[in-house]
């Protein structure tokens, strides 16, 4: 009988210190032993924001903490592993590079092969450790840095149907909540605020919203925000604009998802759309996107919470995925601020790949 794999996963791409342990199974979803993440939100909060050189010795005093509890609670040996699956980019360099080092030495000490994993990917494949997913599907990738709509047809090879040409809309929620005077990281408690108040109190921009195809733009907005904030004189409107952000937020994507369909359907007959990233756990924008697939006979995919936020479940499933297909990294692989998802060359590498 063929040996399950057995994948130790780290992330460090940005504030989150994560490792899992991840095995695969003959069931229709992986084992997932652990999945230990660290946040850094203490140390941020008074910045407004990441600050890079703290996040980064943050992740170089936990890593060898986390990884050893990941290992613990899997009840696994790290020589029991069979490959290290790690975050090499996009994100922070110095945060990255923390990650990436980590799991280099590891890899030579223990003489296993080195997974070399974009995030992106990890959270594109993420529905995967809870459903047995099928390629082709639609992913809209939403998350503090990043979002865009993909076609995901298998593993490395995604072709991007639109994207954001400013800001993320994972950014255009911290940003609200941070001129709403919600300490950092304010995105999760825009949809706390929302509840308080009247969402058609303020009437707020939606940026290409008719043009563009399902390109996406928040900036026009993130400014509209900006600009109705300094007008506001007490805690009830602060609870109406946050409502009447979201709800354009919804507005927007509702749309959006809608022409990505439309693209989506040209050269694929699956109709599932997988949302992922931090701001899928958003309930309101899943009922909202739930609600379109319904209506256009799709099935909707959510990771549950805890996988749409950074994690490490998702680099050790991305790196089943490539282990099975033996696409290994050599050591001297680089971290990567910038790595578009859809540049596919960069992504099957190895003596596995047949060209």
Known sequence: MKKKALILGIETSCDETAAAILEESTET????????????????????????????RSHIDKIDLIVNAALKKSKKKLTDIDAIAVTSGPGLIVCLSVGLNFAKALAMTLEKPLITVNHLEGHALSPKLITDL?????????????????????LGKYK?????????????????AKLLGIKFPGGPFI???????DENRFDLPKPIFNKGGCNLSFA???????????????????????????????????????????EFSK??????????????????????LIKLAEEKKYTSIFPPPNLCSDNAAMIAWAGIERYKMNLIDNLDF??????????????????GLKI
Do not use: C
């Open 160 to 176: 991007r149907l639109g994207t954001t040409i400013d800001d993320a809309v994972g950014e255009a929620f911290d940003k609200t």
């Open 334 to 351: 680089p971290s990567k601020a910038r790595w578009p998802l859809d540049s596919s060359a960069p992504f099957l590498k190895g003596p």
């Open 220 to 262: 026009g907005l993130k400014t509209a925000v900006l600009l109705t904030s300094k007008k506001i004189k007490n805690q009830k409107e602060k609870y109406h604009l946050a409502a009447s952000f979201q709800k354009t937020i919804n507005e927007i994507l509702y749309t959006k998802t809608k022409v990505a369909m439309l």
């Open 134 to 154: 099928k390629y082709p599907y639609l992913l809209l990738l939403i998350s503090g840095g990043h979002s865009q709509y993909l076609a995901v047809k298998k």
């Open 29 to 56: 979803v992986p084992n997932l032993l652990s999945n230990i993440v660290s946040s850094q939100e203490e140390i941020h909060k008074n910045f407004g924001g990441v600050v890079p050189e703290l996040a980064a």
């Open 191 to 197: 949809e706390k605020y929302a509840k308080k108040g």
């Open 267 to 288: 050269n694929n007959n699956n109709k599932i759309l997988v949302i992922a990233g931090g701001v899928a756990s958003n309930l309101t924008i899943r009922k909202n």
